[in-house]
């Protein structure tokens, strides 16, 4: 068993930033991490950056040229190989890519490009074939919130979205639960709340694939995560980590989150 999971803290910079915009902000955020993500294993925090695709090519250059400490993620993939897809892209090229992280099934994909729980079994079972790790997204809604369902609709998530993988797989993955109404609206789940839920992300773990994989898999928190806000979230003992968007943008402010996780 780990003494201490590596936080990830992941900028989801979602439909922003172009290729030239992109590079600007990588190379500040490196600029501002200098010397932050090198330190010693007690205090060791992962970032990665999910830009759109049109700007994997250009982040890939800058973070291997200037040897980053950041690593480089995506948004979204499909599941297959190659084929005729028109608009996707596969996992073998985010692959060839260097990128490290996939994001599957944000609930902006689930709600506005119908993405189901199968295809995101389907996303996440063929990122790690290509040596990526996927970061599942799990999350109510308000409303599910507020008829007391939370918990049945975050475990079945969790549960489809990793069902068939191996539990020394499953170990090695990222869930993010991001509570869909504190997406985008300055709303955070307290502390209390989101600490709860990851700690059910975790059980329902142990509970399908074993005490080891649930030990070690890390499970972020998103939902307007800010520099105001994030250590308070990040000194929970089941959170390992944010999946950032807006704050994200702003290098000085994904900055400052990064920080704050640190241990
Ligand atoms: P915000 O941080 O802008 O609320 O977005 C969260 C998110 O959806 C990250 O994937």
């Known amino acids: 068993m780990p003494d201490r999971r590596t936080p990830l803290i992941s900028g989801n910079w979602k439909m922003h930033l172009n290729h030239f915009e992109a590079l600007q902000t990588v190379q500040k955020l490196s600029y501002l991490l200098d010397g932050l993500l090198d330190g010693d294993e007690s205090a060791a925090v992962e970032v990665s950056v999910h830009p759109p695709f049109t700007d994997l090519r250009t982040v890939q250059t800058a973070i291997e040229t200037d040897r980053m400490d950041i690593v480089l993620g995506a ?8 084929g005729a897809f028109t608009g996707e892209v596969s996992p073998a090229m985010l692959a060839k890519l260097n990128v490290a992280y996939v994001i599957a099934g944000h609930s902006e994909r689930r709600e506005l490009f119908a993405e189901t729980d ?6 996440a079972a063929a990122i790690l074939a290509h040596g990526m ?7 109510e809604t308000l409303a599910e919130r507020e ?5 049945d609709k975050v475990t079945g998530q969790v549960r489809a ?7 020394d797989a499953v170990g090695g993955l990222v869930v993010a639960y991001e ?13 209390e709340d989101a600490q709860a839920v990851c700690a059910l992300v975790r059980a329902t773990v142990a509970d399908g694939w074993g005490q080891q994989p649930s030990a070690t898999l890390r499970v972020q928190y998103g939902g307007s995560v800010k520099p105001g806000n994030a250590a308070e979230l990040m000194s929970r003992p089941d959170i390992d ?6 704050a994200s943008l702003v290098s000085e ?3 400052a989150i990064v920080r704050a996780s640190r241990g």
């Open 147 to 151: 008829a007391g369902s939370t918990e």
């Open 161 to 167: 979205a990793l069902e068939g993988l191996a539990a």
């Open 241 to 246: 980590g944010a999946l950032v968007g807006g």
């Open 253 to 255: 402010d994904f900055a």
């Open 133 to 139: 790790t996927p970061i599942v997204c799990v999350g």
């Open 179 to 191: 509570p869909i109404w504190a997406i985008g609206t300055g709303r955070t789940a307290s502390a």
């Open 118 to 123: 199968e295809m995101v079994r389907r996303k």
């Open 75 to 82: 948004q979204h993939c499909h599941w297959e190989e190659v």
